[in-house]
């Protein structure tokens, strides 16, 4: 209610200081600029529609729209350029450090030997221009897998550039594998991936095994033979001139490193000589028996010294073993007798990285 306040009452009380009477002290009288009530809001208007069951006629009109909306949506995805996916070049690039490594898919499923005429037509062509076999390359399981993907690189690109479908590219060269014919991008890919490969291979057969480095890796275990042997004695030796061997108690830490040295050290330098024949076999068995005698002898004695001594008879007795076991000719035991799978497994797993579990297998 909006109104105008007359204080007639207020004003006689302060000047006649008399007591002011709430009932009549203010006054409050209506406008005339505006009505007393307000008129009510007006009421909301509603409008009743029947509901009625769908019939047959609108769920086909229902489902017509929607496969309409459906065509036009593959249309409209199909009117946009298609992007390339990440997941091929991501392979790719995946299918390159695996290559780089020596590592490839064959070109059959059966595994390739060094009795294969595939193998043995790369070896007769390394020695021809270098002067050593296959096995003196650095890597020469790689050299065995470019040589596979080039032959297989070389047989579809014949294929796609009108070549006939018997022909046969072994111990021919890229041109003359080439047939001329608009083979499309494909064709032009594959070129692109032979030329890579060529040069790659080109490197890896002029990359061969040196005397002087297998003298280096006989060197660095012999000297890793001296150091560990003064590790488990006196190791002091060698550190008492550092404050923190004498603060921190390392000789004990030290003298158990030194035994250990054999399994880190001593023989995986051996092994780096790419040794053959029997005394490859021995550093396999050393290999696997050392780890076991380092782990369960403290079990046994304290002793760091007498350990080391017993990894090194074990080394010793594993050459002992293998020269007296090991046929040259067959590559066996002489004893003939079949060796089970799993052992075979574990020999065939220290192969790893040499090169022999990715090509070559004698």
Not at 8 to 27: D, E, H, Q, R
Not at 76 to 85: E, G, L, N, R, V
Not at 269 to 278: C, D, H, M, T, V
């Amino acid at each position: 209610m909006v109104g105008t306040l007359f204080n007639k009452g207020a004003t006689l009380a302060v000047l006649s200081f008399y007591p002011i009477n709430p009932s009549t002290a203010f006054i409050i009288t209506p406008s005339p600029l505006y009505p007393t009530t307000l008129p009510p809001p007006p009421s909301p208007r509603t409008t009743a529609t029947p509901i009625h069951p769908p019939t047959t006629t609108h769920l086909l009109k229902l489902f017509a729209t929607n496969v309409d909306n459906e065509k036009d949506e593959v249309v409209a995805s199909s009117s946009f350029p298609k992007t390339i996916p990440q997941s091929q070049a991501v392979l790719d690039e995946a299918s390159d450090a695996l290559q780089s490594v020596g590592w490839s898919s064959p070109m059959a499923d059966a595994e390739l030997t060094s009795d294969d005429p595939f193998v043995q037509r790369i070896e007769a062509q390394i020695l021809e221009e270098s002067g050593v076999g296959l096995e003196e390359l650095l890597n020469p399981a790689k050299v065995i897998n470019l040589e596979r993907d080039l032959y297989n690189l070389r047989s579809e690109l014949a294929s796609l550039t009108g070549k006939p479908s018997d022909f046969d590219v072994l111990g021919l060269s890229t041109e003359e594998c080439n047939g001329r014919t608009n083979g499309g991008e494909k064709a032009d890919g594959i070129l692109q991936n032979i030329e890579k490969k060529e040069r790659s291979l080109y490197t890896e057969r002029r990359a061969v095994f040196r005397g002087w480095l297998k003298n280096v890796f006989l060197g660095q275990a012999v000297l890793s033979l001296g150091l560990s042997a003064v590790m488990v004695t006196d190791p002091g030796l060698l550190f008492g001139g550092f404050d923190w061997f004498r603060y921190n108690s390392m000789d004990v830490s030290i003298k158990v490193l030194g035994f250990w040295w054999w399994w880190l050290f001593i023989i995986p330098s051996l092994r780096s000589r790419r040794p053959s024949g029997f005394e490859k076999k021995a550093l396999d068995i050393a290999f696997l028996v050392t780890p076991a005698i380092s782990i369960t002898a403290p079990i046994v004695t304290k002793d760091q010294a007498l350990i080391w001594g017993a990894n090194l008879v074990v080394v010793a007795g594993s050459y002992g073993f293998a020269y007296l076991t090991y046929d040259e000719a067959s590559g066996e035991r002489k004893s003939g007798k079949e060796q089970p799978d799993w052992l075979k497994f574990i020999y065939s797993s220290l192969d790893f990285g040499s090169g022999k579990e990715r090509g070559l297998k004698k």
